[in-house]
């Protein structure tokens, strides 16, 4: 049985310092009027700005006052004392969930946690994943997160590191966070294309020497193009001496640290983004996914960066922007000028990207779901959908319209969010198909692609009941749905896909019987949500003994519009691709969601079943669409 949870939940965020503006975000939206906070320094740094949001209890300023001192001349512990305080503050203010920050900075509080046994999330971020990996001892202490509800990284390259320090893979995601998305995608001029915009504190990682030679040698071939830079830091003056020395003050705008105001006008202004993200060679400091990234997404920018960290998690290159190699100041010019003549192209997919996944409020739900807090008690006065709904609805709309062409009202998601489930007993284990499926179905909408929606391996339902509800307020209203699924897990894994002991499953080799969800429970779930059975069907049985020339015959099948693979493992899936085979259509979306297991390699699982089928079936092409969370990728398929 599921842990009751409190009727308020009241949640503490722990943070090295206030004011960034990604902790914020978490003091802010998450709880509302039911969040502290407990930080290390209380002191701001540039450009930190804190409101006062939430009750703070700050580490520097106890341990400054007179008790702590005069315990400390007489030897008694520090530790001991740090604790027994916080441990005092988080009882007083009723706290029942805790959330850290940088996995190096919240560590030390693990046994406080763990001796009152507060549940807790920690979030990491870029440096604690890499440089404060070099400190003797950090990565033994990281251990100690075995005992956290969930481990959160900004990138997959991060989940990875931990998985191989010996966390359990089963609780480490990906939040790659979350910024805000604009009403619109901002309306930009014809000369937009040749301004290119850095916003950066400017550190080593970020690489600000290797961007402004790349610049000057972009600026060389292209006379029109200019640069202006937000931002302050350590390297700051040396971007300065570079930018005069190399005579570049007519072409590169340096802005300093300036207002928000002025930050957002020029996302509105300038078309193309760029930064150059290294590895600290000094430091070894990392990148987790740099939310200034997210940010120009957000606001329509094509981007142009490095395959550094989680970068190429959110800008697909080629679809959303551009990306090089770090320190390749030759081809980040070459890639400068090609961004430049594709700007519109690029922008218009970063926007949709960042409004179907990186919005503030898309994060907001992920963490409210890893916090184990009910989505009603977590929401004020604002209904909350799960993943992509819970976005703000014009920044999907507007995202979904200059997209596919298709607007989805707010009444839409007003509807939806009524009866959207608080209960994770229905919620899914890949919270990122939701987006991409309803993506697609607006993709077939816009397109009046006609067929049905078909699912092979529905769990407990939740993505096969939100496919229904999407395709319900699209308009949809002669789309049938089709769930496969053996109700007993996954099949007997063969050769290479079979669990090694001790296995990562996210590596491969994923259990018989995993993922196991009784019929008459996914019926349970779907009623209680409400899915119209006049258009729903169920088929029970593995595979390979199920999908039979006579099963489609007597159902009536119609063409594909849209199909959700969740399969697993190759024997799982070659059987689904045959039976798919003739009901596939001009336009149909095939959507494989553990596309990446297996290392992503070609020889296994998904990727393998498909590759076959194509070979197969020369007359087909598959036509690469969207890629969703770590795992997911999606097809539009095509007769040739």
Same mark, same amino acid.
């Given at each position: 049985?599921?842990?009751?949870?409190?009727?308020?939940?009241?949640?503490?965020?722990?943070?090295?310092?206030?004011?960034?503006?990604?902790?914020?975000?978490?003091?802010?939206?998450?709880?509302?009027?039911?969040?502290?906070?407990?930080?290390?320094?209380?002191?701001?740094?540039?450009?930190?700005?804190?409101?006062?949001?939430?009750?703070?209890?700050?580490?520097?300023?106890?341990?400054?006052?007179?008790?702590?001192?005069?315990?400390?001349?007489?030897?008694?512990?520090?530790?001991?004392?740090?604790?027994?305080?916080?441990?005092?503050?988080?009882?007083?203010?009723?706290?029942?969930?805790? #959330?850290?920050?940088?996995?190096? &900075? @919240? $560590?030390?509080?693990?046994? !406080?946690? +763990? %001796?009152?046994? /507060?549940?807790?999330?920690?979030?990491?971020?870029?440096?604690?994943?890499?440089?404060?990996?070099?400190?003797?001892?950090?990565?033994?202490?990281?251990?100690?997160?075995?005992?956290?509800?969930?481990?959160?990284?900004?990138?997959?390259?991060?989940?990875?590191?931990?998985?191989?320090?010996?966390?359990?893979?089963?609780?480490?995601?990906?939040?790659?966070?979350?910024?805000?998305?604009?009403?619109?995608?901002?309306?930009?001029?014809?000369?937009?294309?040749?301004?290119?915009?850095?916003?950066?504190?400017?550190?080593?990682?970020?690489?600000?020497?290797?961007?402004?030679?790349?610049?000057?040698?972009?600026?060389?071939?292209?006379?029109?193009?200019?640069?202006?830079?937000?931002?302050?830091?350590? #390297?700051?003056?040396?971007?300065? &001496? @570079? $930018?005069?020395?190399?005579? !570049?003050? +007519? %072409?590169?705008? /340096?802005?300093?640290?300036?207002?928000?105001?002025?930050?957002?006008?020029?996302?509105?202004?300038?078309?193309?983004?760029?930064?150059?993200?290294?590895?600290?060679?000094?430091?070894?400091?990392?990148?987790?996914?740099?939310?200034?990234?997210?940010?120009?997404?957000?606001?329509?920018?094509?981007?142009?960066?490095?395959?550094?960290?989680?970068?190429?998690?959110?800008?697909?290159?080629?679809?959303?922007?551009?990306?090089?190699?770090?320190?390749?100041?030759?081809?980040?010019?070459?890639?400068?000028?090609?961004?430049?003549?594709?700007?519109?192209?690029?922008?218009?997919?970063?926007?949709?990207?960042?409004?179907?996944?990186?919005?503030?409020?898309?994060?907001?739900?992920?963490?409210?779901?890893? #916090?184990?807090?009910?989505?009603?008690?977590?929401?004020?006065?604002?209904?909350?959908?799960? %993943?992509?709904?819970?976005?703000?609805?014009?920044?999907?709309?507007?995202?979904?319209?200059?997209?596919?062409?298709?607007?989805?009202?707010?009444?839409?998601?007003?509807?939806?969010?009524?009866?959207?489930?608080?209960?994770?007993?229905?919620?899914?284990?890949?919270?990122?198909?939701?987006?991409?499926?309803?993506?697609?179905?607006?993709?077939?909408?816009?397109?009046?692609?006609?067929?049905?929606?078909?699912?092979?391996?529905?769990?407990?339902?939740?993505?096969?009941?939100?496919?229904?509800?999407?395709?319900?307020?699209?308009?949809?209203?002669?789309?049938?749905?089709?769930?496969?699924?053996?109700?007993?897990?996954?099949?007997?894994?063969?050769?290479?896909?079979?669990?090694?002991?001790?296995?990562?499953?996210?590596?491969?080799?994923?259990?018989?019987?995993?993922?196991?969800?009784?019929?008459?429970?996914?019926?349970?779930?779907?009623?209680?949500?409400?899915?119209?059975?006049?258009?729903?069907?169920?088929?029970?049985?593995?595979?390979?003994?199920?999908?039979?020339?006579?099963?489609?015959?007597?159902?009536?099948?119609?063409?594909?519009?849209?199909?959700?693979?969740?399969?697993?493992?190759?024997?799982?899936?070659?059987?689904?691709?045959?039976?798919?085979?003739?009901?596939?259509?001009?336009?149909?979306?095939?959507?494989?969601?553990?596309?990446?297991?297996?290392?992503?390699?070609?020889?296994?699982?998904?990727?393998?079943?498909?590759?076959?089928?194509?070979?197969?079936?020369?007359?087909?092409?598959?036509?690469?669409?969207?890629?969703?969370?770590?795992?997911?990728?999606?097809?539009?398929?095509?007769?040739?």
């Amino acid at each position: 049985m599921p842990t009751p949870r409190p009727a308020t939940s009241k949640l503490a965020v722990f943070t090295p310092e206030l004011g960034a503006s990604f902790i914020n975000r978490h003091m802010e939206d998450l709880l509302p009027g039911r969040t502290v906070a407990v930080a290390r320094y209380s002191a701001l740094a540039q450009p930190n700005v804190w409101n006062g949001s939430c009750p703070v209890f700050s580490l520097d300023r106890w341990a400054l006052s007179l008790p702590v001192r005069m315990a400390r001349r007489v030897g008694i512990s520090e530790v001991g004392l740090r604790d027994a305080a916080v441990e005092r503050f988080l009882r007083r203010h009723g706290v029942t969930v805790v #959330l850290g920050e940088f996995l190096d &900075q @919240f $560590v030390d509080f693990v046994p !406080l946690l +763990d %001796r009152t046994g /507060l549940p807790y999330v920690v979030q990491g971020h870029g440096i604690d994943l890499s440089a404060a990996l070099r400190k003797p001892g950090m990565a033994e202490r990281y251990l100690a997160y075995k005992s956290a509800r969930a481990i959160l990284t900004r990138c997959e390259f991060h989940r990875r590191r931990l998985i191989n320090l010996g966390l359990p893979a089963e609780k480490i995601h990906v939040n790659f966070g979350g910024v805000d998305v604009p009403p619109q995608q901002p309306q930009r001029g014809p000369d937009s294309c040749k301004r290119f915009l850095a916003v950066s504190y400017f550190t080593p990682k970020k690489g600000p020497i290797y961007l402004l030679e790349s610049f000057r040698r972009a600026a060389a071939g292209d006379r029109e193009i200019t640069l202006d830079i937000v931002g302050g830091g350590p #390297l700051f003056p040396a971007v300065q &001496q @570079f $930018v005069h020395a190399c005579g !570049l003050a +007519d %072409r590169v705008r /340096l802005h300093g640290i300036a207002s928000e105001e002025t930050k957002q006008r020029l996302q509105r202004e300038c078309g193309v983004f760029v930064q150059h993200s290294i590895t600290d060679p000094e430091t070894s400091d990392e990148e987790g996914l740099p939310a200034a990234i997210q940010e120009a997404m957000a606001h329509g920018m094509a981007v142009v960066s490095t395959r550094h960290a989680g970068i190429p998690e959110a800008v697909i290159e080629g679809e959303t922007g551009l990306l090089v190699d770090e320190g390749d100041v030759e081809e980040m010019a070459g890639a400068l000028l090609e961004a430049s003549s594709n700007a519109s192209v690029l922008g218009k997919a970063g926007y949709l990207r960042a409004a179907s996944a990186h919005s503030r409020l898309c994060e907001r739900s992920r963490l409210i779901r890893w #916090l184990g807090v009910s989505q009603a008690t977590a929401r004020s006065n604002v209904s909350i959908v799960y %993943r992509v709904w819970s976005s703000t609805p014009r920044p999907i709309r507007s995202a979904a319209k200059a997209a596919v062409g298709a607007l989805l009202s707010q009444p839409l998601l007003q509807k939806i969010a009524c009866h959207a489930p608080s209960s994770d007993e229905f919620m899914g284990a890949a919270p990122d198909n939701v987006p991409a499926v309803a993506q697609s179905l607006a993709l077939a909408s816009s397109q009046n692609l006609a067929g049905d929606y078909y699912e092979f391996g529905l769990w407990r339902g939740y993505s096969f009941w939100h496919a229904q509800q999407s395709a319900r307020e699209l308009g949809l209203s002669r789309m049938r749905f089709w769930g496969f699924d053996s109700f007993a897990g996954l099949q007997e894994a063969e050769g290479t896909e079979a669990p090694p002991p001790g296995h990562d499953a996210t590596r491969g080799g994923v259990k018989k019987g995993a993922f196991s969800c009784s019929k008459d429970q996914v019926i349970a779930n779907l009623t209680e949500y409400g899915v119209d059975w006049s258009q729903t069907t169920l088929i029970e049985g593995w595979y390979d003994q199920s999908l039979t020339p006579a099963l489609k015959q007597s159902l009536g099948l119609k063409p594909v519009a849209v199909a959700l693979i969740d399969c697993d493992l190759y024997v799982s899936t070659v059987p689904v691709l045959a039976f798919l085979a003739d009901l596939l259509q001009e336009g149909s979306i095939l959507l494989f969601d553990d596309w990446n297991l297996f290392d992503a390699s070609d020889a296994m699982g998904e990727r393998k079943a498909f590759r076959e089928f194509l070979e197969a079936h020369p007359d087909w092409e598959a036509e690469t669409y969207i890629k969703f969370g770590w795992h997911g990728q999606a097809f539009i398929m095509h007769p040739r």
